[in-house]
């Protein structure tokens, strides 16, 4: 009977362990794609024509979004398995 007890224990304990790694890792994440959106935006001011700087405009935004959106998903999923 208490090895059952112990089983359950282990398994809730390694659930958490893996969802703040899972939180870790999507912050991580958010921080590479939010980083290599910074030279596409730098590169828009070096484009040649008008349809190229759009083009460089919308990918950096598209990028920094997901990346800020993964920081602040992963962020707030490990803030919320630390209480």
């Known amino acids: ?12 304990d390694n659930e958490a362990r893996l969802a703040q790694r899972d939180a870790e ?8 794609i939010s980083i290599l959106a910074v030279p596409v935006l730098i590169g ?7 349809h190229s700087r759009v083009v460089n405009i919308t990918a950096g935004a598209v990028l920094l979004g997901i990346g800020l959106g993964l920081l602040g998903y992963g962020w707030t999923k490990r803030s919320r398995l630390l209480r």
Do not use: V, Y
Request: hydrophobic share 45%; net charge negative.
């Open 1 to 12: 009977m208490s090895n059952d007890m112990h089983t359950i224990r282990k398994t809730e």
């Open 25 to 32: 890792t999507q912050m991580a994440l958010g921080i590479f």
């Open 44 to 50: 828009s001011f070096w484009a040649d024509d008008m």
